[in-house]
């Protein structure tokens, strides 16, 4: 972090066929060695399976109900009081919120077995706009550490 001038956020072009920020910030985060394209394609053709499998809902929909069964509201973050290091929960900035849920469902589509990425990450977004999956696992257990190290909330930065 510079010590005198802010940080200018860049801006995320929305991608070309869903129109969707999100969307490209996903194909951002999946991208691998600066291909693009390679991730793109990925991506779109994740979203033409879950097209394919969910005929009555449309994969923008699922994608976004994925992201947002996926994102968490606290987190906690060691504190250092007295030569004791505590687990204070704290409230996540919402940019972080929306980085960690894209993260973790990359993270756990990629570490499923067999079959190609656009399967995986298809099979990863469908559980987890249906609440289940290893990305909802990890939210909830944030949750839960959150909630456990609740009595040291008085520790807040």
Known sequence: ?????????????PDPIYANVGVAKFVNCLMLRGKKSV???IVYSAFERIRRSS???EPL??????????TPILEVKPKRVGGATYQV??????DRRQALA????IRYARARSGRSMSDKLAAELMDAANGMGASVKR???THKMAESNKA???FRY
């Open 1 to 13: 972090m510079p010590r005198r001038a802010r940080v200018q956020r860049r801006t995320i072009l």
């Open 39 to 41: 991730a793109e394609g």
């Open 55 to 57: 005929r009555s809902r």
């Open 61 to 70: 929909d699922i994608f976004e109900q994925a992201m947002r069964n996926v």
């Open 89 to 94: 929960p704290v409230e996540i900035r919402h």
């Open 102 to 105: 894209r993260r973790w469902i």
């Open 139 to 141: 939210k909830e257990d």
């Open 152 to 154: 040291f909330s008085h």
